[in-house]
């Protein structure tokens, strides 16, 4: 995630760039999507008309293909990412107990962020990292055997600010 | 006046680091700095004995010699004990790795590379038998080339285990301008990394594959669509397509021929479905993941409406050693229709969890225990999901089971693509049937009802059930929901969704009964 300029122009100038870049591709949607996404953190709504012009697609076929996938957001994340892995593997080394205890101890759901805006918690289906279950993914790295306690120092390590894992 | 320098192993890959092979890397070159140590890093790919990782390997007179777990507060004591001096002076040592038992009781050819080189080196690549396939189909006719795979027995290691040459025929005798091939790297089953590890640690092998696939075919594109999930097998695919580039074994006249093929990589965006190989065609046309009716098949109509080989990493990668050695050598291995070998990965609640790539025709048992050793947490085995997430619950009874298609088959269960997640007794299996339905309803792609709509209802009739709410008319119910998704649904997301829930029914009925809620049962650990 970069730059993190706000300014709806810049927004737009970012996209038309993208767009100019990756059109020729057969398929360019998701690869576009994936790169704004990158870019920005989130794909915002107000784009959607522009990459619907650039692609000769309608808005309701742009929107259509961002809402089917899971990964892509329309709002901002926090500073970081978490993502909890739900899926069998994990469950059976305790993973639901991780969930319960990460929502509480960032004080949010998943798909929400933290009152300080430190971290957006989401739900994974399967990391690959089944061999080290329960697995836990901030940005791009990877954590196995997350309990509790490994959660909230992994936590801890990367907040800015001071805050109360309880 | 520079001496050669020791080779030092530390894995690059996501489990590998997930437990702090990176960071381990990192002290090991401080050390190797201040010291000046004569010894120079390799990071190779991970031999998938996860519950040794970091393993460390060092290149000895008599080959190399491992050492595990080294974890990042461990390696500053594995230093200062200098095994590059005297290898086998530590409380860590493990010997050959070759006779690490657990790996010497494989049949490695899928992964024969696979943790012994370094992932992106084109030069340890070829030094260890790689291109070798390729330079034999390059001498061959299409046809021969698809007969050679069609005779090996290969059947697609994705989980539908469809026979790899037969579609490969079909695909070849579709008359077109325009083929693909489509690799598909979405591993969305729970329990799976098979597939995660040839990319990170042996990625030229799928290469080859496609090549081999494209020049079998008549294709000249292909892409690998690989789920999001995989940030590192993203990086060091990018790296291994970049140096194929460059050095001739993709783009035009490839190894010298006059044969060109272009490869690109495109990302999922975290959709269960995108795995579904005409939904994944979809979303690589740029459009939702919506599963397309069959037929047509994407063999004869596919991305972008032409003919298009789709199929999964494993099958990919295992195409180059068949070339390279014959069919015959390769279905020499397994068993009744399976032949040759399927890499299992072994998960969950296991004590030696990791990569076992054997023939098919042993028992899960055999996997369960010799391999598995048991639980992690020490306490008794109760239930173990095959498959990924559309594959049966077994229990015990069951585990006697043949590793074969066919034999899982008879069981109401299925092998997929070789996931083995194992639970202990704490395990609440009203629960796991629950998340069955809910993960149907969560990565249903919406286009039919028996999966959009009843996997929701599923839901709602377990809680009933285990609430005590008029069970035995829910239970019936249920029963109906199950029976309607796997006979009405379009592909096998909503289809196959009542193969767990109807195992965990029938095999472990008492979770379902009122009072067995959690507290009736031992408590998890901690
Ligand atoms: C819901 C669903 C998910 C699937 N996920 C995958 C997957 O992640 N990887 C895969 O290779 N095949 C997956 N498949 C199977 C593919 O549809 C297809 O059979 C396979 O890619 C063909 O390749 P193969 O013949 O080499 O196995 C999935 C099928 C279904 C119904
Ligand atoms: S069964 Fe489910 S995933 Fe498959 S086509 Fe129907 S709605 Fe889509
Ligand atoms: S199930 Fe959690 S990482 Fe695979
Ligand atoms: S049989 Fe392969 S997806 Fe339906």
Redesign the pocket.
Same mark, same amino acid.
């Given at each position: 995630m970069g730059l993190a300029s706000n300014s709806p122009l810049e927004h737009e100038n970012l996209v038309e760039r993208i767009i100019k870049e990756l059109q020729d591709l057969p398929g360019a949607l998701l690869p576009i999507l994936h790169r704004l996404q990158d870019e920005l953190g989130f794909i915002p709504p107000a784009l959607l008309p522009v990459i619907a012009t650039g692609l000769n697609l309608s808005r309701a076929e742009v929107h259509g293909v961002v809402s089917f996938y899971h990964y892509f957001r329309s709002s901002p994340p926090g500073r970081n990412t978490i993502q909890i892995c739900r899926a069998e593997s994990c469950q059976a080394m305790g993973s639901r107990a991780l969930e319960v205890h990460a929502q509480r101890a960032l004080r949010c759901k998943f798909n929400q962020t933290s009152a300080d805006g430190e971290f957006t918690l989401l739900a994974v289906y399967c990391l690959g990292n089944c061999a080290c279950s329960p697995a836990v993914r901030v940005g791009d790295e990877v954590y196995g055997h997350v309990d509790a306690a490994k959660f909230d120092s992994l936590v801890a390590a990367l907040s800015t600010s001071e805050v109360q894992v309880k | 006046m520079t001496a050669a320098l020791t080779k030092i192993y530390v894995p690059r890959d996501t489990t590998a680091c997930s437990l702090g092979a990176d960071r381990v890397a990192v002290v090991i070159q401080q050390h190797i700095e201040k010291n000046q140590l004569p010894l120079e890093i390799v990071r190779n790919g991970s031999r998938g004995l996860y519950w040794l990782e970091p393993m460390l390997e060092l290149e000895t007179e008599q080959g190399r010699v491992a050492y595990g777990p080294i974890t990042p507060d461990k390696v500053d004591e594995f230093m200062a004990a200098a095994c590059w001096l005297r290898s086998d002076q530590h409380p860590l040592y493990l010997g050959l790795t070759e006779d690490i038992d657990y790996l010497k009781r494989q049949q490695r050819l899928t992964f024969a590379r696979v943790g012994v080189i370094a992932p992106t080196s084109l030069e340890d690549y070829c030094q260890h038998g790689g291109f070798a396939g390729l330079r034999t189909a390059l001498a061959m006719k299409p046809q021969a080339i698809v007969s050679c795979v069609t005779d090996s027995g290969l059947r697609g290691r994705g #989980? =539908?285990a469809?026979p790899t040459g037969i579609k490969w025929q079909t695909v070849l005798d579709t008359a077109s301008p325009q083929k693909y091939i489509v690799c598909n790297a979405d591993e969305g089953d729970s329990g799976t990394y098979s597939d995660r590890m040839i990319m990170e640690s042996d990625p030229f092998s799928l290469l080859e594959g496609l090549i081999i696939a494209a020049l079998a075919v008549g294709a000249d594109r292909g892409y690998i669509y690989l789920r999001e999930e995989y940030p590192l097998a993203e990086e060091v695919l990018n790296r291994a397509i970049d140096v194929a580039y460059a050095n001739g074994y993709l783009g035009k006249a490839i190894a010298g021929s006059n044969f060109s093929f272009d490869l690109e990589l495109r990302l999922g965006a975290g959709a269960y479905i995108c795995g +579904? +190989?005409?939904s994944m065609l979809e979303s690589l046309e740029g459009k939702r993941g919506e599963?397309r009716s069959?037929p047509p098949l994407p063999a004869i109509s596919g991305l972008f409406g032409q003919p298009t080989v789709v199929n999964n990493v494993i099958s990919l990668a295992t195409v180059p050693i068949i070339l390279a050695q014959g069919a015959e050598h390769y279905q020499r291995y397994g068993a009744g229709r399976c032949r040759g070998t399927l890499p299992f990965q072994l998960a969950g609640n296991i004590k030696y969890a990791g990569l076992v790539e054997l023939a098919f025709g042993y028992s899960l048992r055999d996997l369960l225990e010799d391999f598995g050793g048991g639980t992690r947490s020490g306490r008794p085995m109760r239930a173990v999901q095959v498959g990924g997430p559309l594959g049966a619950y077994l229990p015990e009874s069951q585990w006697d089971t043949a590793l074969d298609y066919e034999a899982f088959i008879e069981i109401d269960a299925v092998l997929g693509h070789g996931g083995v997640v194992a639970f202990d007794d704490t395990v609440d299996m009203s629960e796991q049937a629950r998340f069955s339905m809910e993960f149907c309803a969560i990565e249903s792609c919406g286009k039919c009802t028996p999966c959009r709509i009843g996997s929701v209802r599923g839901v709602e009739l377990i809680d009933k059930i285990c609430a005590g709410k008029a069970p035995a008319q829910n239970s019936i119910l249920l029963e109906d929901l199950c029976y309607t998704m796997a006979n009405a649904s379009l592909? =096998?997301m909503g #289809?196959m969704t009542p193969i767990p829930v109807r195992s965990a029914l029938e095999h472990f009925a008492e979770d379902f009964e009122v009072d067995a809620g959690p507290a009736s049962r031992p408590s998890p650990q901690a």
């Open positions: - | #989980g =539908a469809f +579904e +190989e005409t599963v069959k592909c =096998a #289809g």
